[in-house]
């Protein structure tokens, strides 16, 4: 990835934690020693973490945030 932007950074953050927690799940850190169908899982938890959260922040630009209940102006 070339420059990503602030959504892109966000989302690789938030992928991280995620491939933390299967490579815990499996009680393995050395990823040279994962099976071919281990590796493919941490990619497809990775890249779903990072597809999921880029979504989500996209979506939430889209829409502006409610009005505050009960504000004064």
Known sequence: MVDPDEHEIAAIAAASPMAGEYLESIGKTDLAVLT??????????VITAYQDE?????????????PLSGATR
Do not use: I, K, Y
């Open 36 to 45: 071919e169908a281990e590796w493919l899982t941490l990619l497809e938890v």
């Open 54 to 66: 880029l979504a989500r922040l996209l979506d939430a630009g889209r829409h502006p945030a409610p």
